[in-house]
């Protein structure tokens, strides 16, 4: 029964709102990063599961943005210093989280109130040690202490201490638009996929955020992704093949051969 109680409450954890022209990311334990096709809405969901198990990133969209150079942006994710952290929090997190839905209740089981205690102190020394860790990251970033320091307590709590991976990385991009730290952090061919559809309407004058866009060349962008090699058919918007047919069934966008520059 606790350990419902405890897995639950460490979900709720995972609910977050997601604002009107944000990207999300998703990725499981230490796999790669995938995206979320662009949402129209302003909602509030249920984003990771028991995050660092299941991690989600919100990248929101912002009125104007620090740092736009994609260089620098995938030099810093792709760094040892934020690497080391990322992946230190993440394993903290995951030893955390299994501490507390599963070893407090075994321990209380097998071992009585000693073992309860001792369970919950662990716990309480893993927050610890998340929160500081946060907190020296944060510095890091060039917070000053006090601001790191603020920022970093609210994961001092057991449920969302699992998610401080997840909170440093949004922290660390959140200057950056959201289409230059996808670049960044998503395999190329997923963030091809992802944008693909996005540069079509851009430079076809169909309907599209404009914001999910910023950062980006559109231009260079666009003379890249408009040709596909191979045989067969494809669709220009979301580069799909096909064998035969009129236009692609997602998109409802007249098909061209495959070799030929789509514009
Ligand atoms: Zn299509």
Redesign the pocket.
């Known amino acids: 029964m606790t350990i419902v109680f405890l897995a639950l409450l460490t979900l709720i954890e995972g609910v977050r709102r997601v604002p009107r022209g944000s990207v999300v990311l998703h990725r499981v334990l230490f796999g790669q990063w995938t995206v979320e096709p662009p949402e129209t809405g302003d909602r509030v969901r249920l984003l990771s599961w028991w995050s660092p198990l299941a991690s989600a990133i919100v990248l929101a969209p912002r009125e104007k943005y620090r740092r736009t150079d994609a260089d620098t942006v995938r030099a810093q994710v792709e760094g040892r210093d934020l690497y080391t952290a990322l992946f230190d929090l993440r394993v903290l997190g995951i030893v955390e989280l299994l501490v507390l839905v599963v070893g407090v209740w075994f321990a209380l089981q097998r071992f009585g109130t000693l073992g309860f205690f001792v369970a919950v102190g662990a716990v309480l020394l893993l927050c610890v040690v998340i929160f500081t860790a946060l907190a020296f990251s944060a510095h890091g970033l060039g917070k000053p202490w006090r601001t790191a320091l603020r920022w970093a307590f609210s994961y001092l709590s057991p449920f969302a201490a699992p998610r401080a991976a997840d909170a440093l990385l949004e922290e660390t991009l959140r200057d950056v638009p959201p289409a230059v730290a996808s670049a960044a952090l998503l395999p190329a061919d997923e963030f091809q996929r992802w944008v693909r559809p996005l540069v079509y309407d851009a430079t076809n004058g169909r309907e599209v955020d404009r914001r999910l866009l910023e950062g980006l060349n559109l231009k260079q962008l666009s003379a890249s992704l408009a040709s596909h090699n191979g045989a067969g058919l494809w669709?220009p918007?979301?580069g799909?093949t096909f064998v035969q047919g009129e236009s692609?069934s997602?998109?409802d966008?007249h098909l061209v051969p495959a070799g030929t520059p789509s514009a």
């Open positions: 669709c918007r979301c799909a692609c997602e998109c966008i």
